[in-house]
């Protein structure tokens, strides 16, 4: 509607004027309701929530063009913080300098954070190629170590040792049983076998490898007579 079509209304009171100022010049109007910010600063918190109540009301009653949509989403806001007792400032405008500070601050955070996925999701992409690669080149094969070998009671070592000097053969478990005058625990039975198979098995290995090393010994001298170098 035109200006000139707007004076042609008949106004009857002051209501009348409020209405077609809120009609036809809602941007004008909001402007008017706002207030500086040393008297937003005096308000108590109740003040303020129906300060930023009334101000979002406005606009969305009036504003059919949603020219002050960003204005009326930030009083819905401030009042949500308000009423809702968050540890956050409040401001008195849109436009207010440290509510501007705040919206890039928060503009830089979302960014970085956006930054940080997108690093995570290239590196679980990557990971997953090098997965898919190492199932069609085959994996290498890991290494498996043996396990360590169990550990011997002393005591059992000891009348090995013993008894190699002085008799030349082995303990058996009622020797030891006697010449500790008790019975053995589980744990001494247990050293006793296994120091017994790994003394059988060395010896078997010390024979072998005697018997080797004479018959080398043997073939070296049969062949230094029959003037062979070795």
């Known amino acids: 509607m035109s200006w000139e079509n707007i004076l042609k209304i008949k106004i009857k009171n002051l209501k009348d004027i409020k209405r077609l100022g809120k009609d036809y010049a809602i941007e004008d109007m909001y402007e008017s309701m706002i207030i500086s910010e040393e008297k937003y600063e005096s308000l108590n918190n109740k003040e303020k929530a129906k300060y930023h109540g009334r101000l979002e009301n406005l606009i969305r ?38 509510y501007t500070d705040e919206l890039r601050i928060k503009g830089e955070e979302r960014e970085e954070k956006r930054k940080e996925r997108e690093e995570k999701q290239k590196e679980r992409e990557e990971r997953r190629k090098e997965r898919e690669n190492q199932k ?11 396990p360590p070998e169990p550990t011997i009671n002393q005591m059992i070592v000891d009348y090995f040792k013993i008894y190699n000097n002085m008799y030349g053969r082995n303990p058996t478990l009622p020797e030891i049983e006697e010449e500790e005058e008790r019975p053995l625990t589980v744990d001494e039975i247990k050293s006793f076998k296994l120091y017994t198979e790994r003394f059988i098995k060395k010896s078997w290995e010390n024979t072998i490898r005697k018997k080797y090393d004479s018959d080398t010994l043997y073939m070296s001298f049969d062949n230094l007579e029959e003037g062979v170098i070795l």
């Open 136 to 146: 069609k080149q085959g994996r290498p094969r890991k290494e498996i170590s043996p």
């Open 61 to 98: 009653t009036y504003d059919d063009k949603g020219t002050l949509s960003q204005e009326a989403a930030f009083h819905r806001k401030m009042r949500a913080r308000i009423l809702n007792n968050f540890k956050l400032p409040t401001y008195n405008e849109f436009d207010n300098v440290r």
